[in-house]
């Protein structure tokens, strides 16, 4: 039996439940890992809230570090004892050993701690796929990146400046404003005593950008687009503030030709060719100190409840690991 946090209902944290489960062996194609660090990440709150549908009763989390400690037939490419990171569904990363398929995981460099990749497996590669793959920044750029002291908006920072491209960042005080400063952003917006659309259009000589990062969704969707130059990309990738409202395609015309883009980890890493070259750039810009993994917050598992709490009110910097 193994400790794992399972949910039999959607809701507030109150519903997480930390139990003993039955972890069993591996299947087919599956490994069984035993968790040193788990990732904490706002797409957890989603399913735990019924934003994000899941069979219930079910589990939550999908990023963590471990090492391997059954392989199942078939599998190819890894060992009883190799240290291991992923990303990824099926949820049940909150848990101190899990079973799991094996073609989402990729081998960790002994450079790289385990609580290191448990904090930037999802945050690092969604920042990969977003700069390098969704839209290709290049030096010169000036883009805007909402949420620049969360976990993901950290990473972009970093690297963002080591591109060359000016980072304009949203964040919610003074405080994560010189955090996002310190960690790379040329520029720094507080949205809540300043207006973000006016601003991007200061910093920009009425021009905007060409593309914006956005992960808030509701409250920042119509201000992003506002940001954009004509035929800007908009890459909304989350929904922090709730989902997005629907709106008529016409609004994107109207602003000069936009692009829009709802992209996924999943989809960029779908094949262990993608998989790996994304983990891989990954871990080449963590090991030349290009990117500093900033874990700000540690917790128990069993005390997951203030973890989520503490995510969704916005009182995070940085990565946050639960501990098994």
């Not at 400063?181 to 601003?199: D, L, P, S």
Request: net charge neutral; hydrophobic share 40%.
């Amino acid at each position: 039996m193994a400790k794992a946090i399972r949910i039999s209902k959607t809701g507030g944290p109150e519903v997480m439940e930390y139990v003993d489960v039955e972890v069993g062996q591996p299947g087919p194609g599956e490994v069984r890992i035993r968790h040193a660090a788990v990732g904490l990440n706002f797409i957890d709150c989603y399913f735990r809230s019924g934003l994000y549908p899941q069979p219930l009763p079910g589990g939550l989390g999908q990023e963590a570090a471990g090492t391997i400690e059954a392989v199942g037939p078939g599998v190819a490419g890894f060992q009883v004892g190799d240290r291991v990171a992923y990303a990824g569904r099926p949820n049940g990363a909150y848990s101190e050993e899990r079973v799991m398929p094996a073609d989402i995981l990729v081998k960790l460099p002994d450079s790289i701690s385990f609580d290191t990749a448990a904090a930037m497996m999802l945050q690092g590669m969604t920042v990969q796929y977003l700069l390098r793959q969704t839209y290709q920044v290049k030096a010169g750029d000036t883009i805007l990146f909402h949420a620049a002291a969360g976990g993901i908006g950290l990473i972009a920072c970093q690297w963002a400046r080591a591109l060359g491209v000016n980072l304009i960042g949203t964040v919610s005080s003074d405080e994560k404003a010189a955090l996002a400063k310190q960690h790379g952003a040329a520029h720094v917006i507080n949205y809540k005593t300043e207006n973000f659309v006016e601003r991007v259009k200061e910093i920009t000589g009425g021009k905007g950008v060409p593309v914006v990062y956005d992960s808030i969704g509701k409250d920042t969707f119509i201000g992003s687009l506002d940001c954009l130059r004509p035929r800007g990309m908009m890459v909304s990738f989350g929904n922090a503030s709730g989902p997005v409202t629907p709106f008529s395609t016409g609004e994107l015309a109207s602003r000069g030709s936009l692009y829009l883009t709802r992209p996924s980890l999943g989809n960029y890493t779908a094949t262990r060719e993608d998989l790996d070259a994304t983990a891989a750039d990954l871990f080449a810009m963590v090991d030349s100190k290009q990117i500093s993994i900033e874990i700000n917050q540690r917790y128990a598992l069993k005390d997951v409840g203030q973890a989520h709490a503490d995510l969704e009110g916005r009182k995070t910097t940085g990565s946050t690991i639960l501990i098994p």
